[in-house]
């Protein structure tokens, strides 16, 4: 899609981390960006930016795990700018507890902001999108889609249904002008790894990497392959070249994910043996912080 003036692109999540980013980079190019999420302060500061560098954005506080606040967006976006050209699905949280620990009420908060929210958020957008004959719906899954992690099994659940969305909204949208893709990233230099729910998973990973060092060395195992941490504005840029130029396939970010997630898919226990260090030392930490009480014991 030829990004112009006209183009109007809603971001999802955009009041930090990579949904900032994409604001920020989608305005350098010098089209219309409407700015969502729940910090309306947040959002302000992000229009900000977006001002700094020529745009006009529309700022939308929305839950997105509420449909009626998402209907509303969309229609705020179209009244507001007549048309509606890329919607970038990333707002997301992740959680931190095993699968026992786990609440129901968890469970669902994690499905609505990861999974329902596409449907809430993508559903008003496609009569428009495909009345224009054209579009690009764009969902921020994870790796977390293509494998398992430990301790986030929730988050790992809802971003493998995010990947599920996007192959059954493919098959509807054939025909229509209209394209999806799903964007797979790995780790990313944001607030997700601090804003997960029951703990903050990032720190909690962050230590198991250092564990997994020591156990690989003391088992003689190699090191777990894990994918170097890339920065939001790095993944906004390629958010702008696949609008640019749409995928053929599912999209990863970080070098060496695709064929990490094709072992996961023909070899799973090839896989589990690789991320073994991992695994063990993220087993640890989750222990220490159970007995620590650094996690809270479901109730
Ligand atoms: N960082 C990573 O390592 C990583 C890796 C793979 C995938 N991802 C995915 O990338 C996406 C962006 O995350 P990030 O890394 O940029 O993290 P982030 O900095 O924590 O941003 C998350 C965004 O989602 C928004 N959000 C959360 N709940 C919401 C709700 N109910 N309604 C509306 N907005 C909501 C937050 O805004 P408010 O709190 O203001 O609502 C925030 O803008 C997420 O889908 C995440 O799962 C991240």
Request: charged share 25%; aromatic share 6%.
């Amino acid at each position: 899609m030829e990004l112009t003036s006209e183009t109007v692109v809603v971001i999802t999540g955009a009041s930090s981390g990579i949904g900032a980013a994409a604001a920020r980079r989608f305005a350098r190019e010098g089209v219309q960006v409407v700015l969502a999420a729940r910090r309306r302060e947040r959002l302000e500061a992000v229009a900000g930016e977006v001002r700094r560098l020529g745009g006009t954005p529309l700022v939308v506080p929305t839950d997105v795990t509420d449909p009626q606040e998402c209907r509303r967006l969309i229609g705020r976006t179209v009244e507001h700018f007549g048309r509606l050209d890329v919607l970038l699905n990333n707002a997301g949280r992740g959680n931190l507890a095993s699968v026992e620990e786990t609440t129901p009420e968890q469970l669902w908060r994690i499905f609505a902001v990861n999974a329902f929210a596409l449907w809430y958020v993508t559903a008003p957008a496609l009569p428009i999108m495909k009345a224009q004959g054209r579009g690009h719906i764009l969902v921020i899954a994870s790796v977390a889609g293509k494998w398992g992690y430990p301790y986030n099994s929730a988050y790992v659940a809802a971003k493998h249904a995010a990947v599920g969305f996007v192959a059954a909204l493919r098959a509807e949208l054939i025909g229509t002008g209209v394209e999806a893709t799903v964007v797979c990233p790995a780790a990313v230099d944001t607030e997700w790894g601090i804003a997960t729910e029951g703990g903050p998973l990032g720190l909690l990973f962050e230590e198991a990497v250092r564990r997994s060092r020591q156990i690989a060395r003391q088992r003689a195992l190699p090191l777990a392959p894990l994918p170097k941490v890339l920065s939001a504005d790095e993944i906004a840029e390629r958010l702008v070249e696949l609008v640019r130029h749409p995928p053929r396939t599912d999209v990863f970010t970080h070098a060496g994910t695709e064929e990490l997630a094709l072992l996961a898919l023909r070899h799973r226990r090839m896989f589990e043996q690789q991320m073994l260090p991992f695994y063990l030392g993220a087993q640890q930490v989750y222990e220490e912080w159970r007995r620590d009480g650094r996690i809270p014991k479901a109730s």
